[in-house]
């Protein structure tokens, strides 16, 4: 089986810099997504972690730390638009297990 | 990139009626994935479509309940059978164009077909 694990809901002002955390056990782990959905639309990708360490992407980033079982999405320069689901999820066994989702809510 | 459309897009049926969701790809694609997102969820993993073989099924879905056809590299099906109210949800096909799962980070999602179920 799998657990995977991040915040149901997390608040941040415009302009700021907020992180998701996401925690996960599970078999046959091969890397790591993570996806922003807004509401009524389809998810769209974000990033996918194989090696420990942190990628950057604009304003995004994400890390992983495949020994502790552990990643984070670092959002910078928050923006309205950003208010969205963000799903963390595992490729196991080349099968992409997605967690409950952190809903952000960005304050003006 | 992989543009990834859905037929229908909604619908309501009755309980007990079968609905065949279609999912088609602009390219060929190596793995196709049906997800189901009940309303404030997450995404949950129907299956796997295989071209030529059987669905490869998760825990707690089965082929009676949830047949799916993979007659080619660009089309798969999803039939939800004999419908009850806990079967509203959303449907999400998923389509990866790499012979393994994030290699070039390719994996794409349709828009979804949202079902209720009366």
């Known amino acids: 089986g799998q657990n995977i694990d991040q915040p149901t809901e997390m608040t941040a002002t415009e302009g700021a810099i907020v992180q998701i955390n996401c925690t996960y056990q599970?078999?046959?782990?091969?890397?790591l997504f993570w996806y922003q959905q807004h509401a009524g639309e389809a998810p769209t990708f974000l990033s996918y972690?194989?090696?420990?360490g942190l990628e950057e992407k604009g304003r995004f980033s994400s890390f992983l730390s495949r020994s502790k079982g552990y990643s984070y999405l670092l959002l910078k320069e928050l923006q309205m638009k950003d208010s969205a689901s963000y799903l963390c999820a595992v490729n196991r066994d080349d099968k992409i297990i997605f967690g409950k989702g952190t809903r952000l809510h960005i304050l003006p | 990139s992989a543009v990834i459309s859905q037929k229908p897009s909604r619908d309501i049926c009755q309980r007990g009626t079968s609905l065949t969701i279609q999912c088609q790809v602009d390219?060929?694609?190596?793995?196709m994935f049906w997800y189901r997102q009940q309303p404030g969820q997450s995404l949950t993993l129907i299956a796997t479509a295989n071209q030529g073989s059987e669905a490869t099924y998760e825990s707690g879905f089965v082929i009676d309940k949830f047949p799916i056809s993979r007659p080619n590299l660009t089309f798969s099906t999803l039939t939800v059978s004999n419908m009850s109210p806990e079967d509203s949800s959303i449907y999400l096909c998923?389509?990866?164009?790499?012979?393994?799962?994030?290699?070039?980070?390719?994996?794409?999602f349709g828009p979804g077909t949202r079902l209720t179920v009366l």
């Open positions: 390219s060929q694609v190596t793995m």
């Open positions: 998923s389509a990866s164009t790499s012979g393994a799962i994030g290699i070039y980070n390719e994996q794409f």
């Open positions: 599970t078999s046959g782990f091969n890397g």
């Open positions: 972690n194989v090696l420990d």
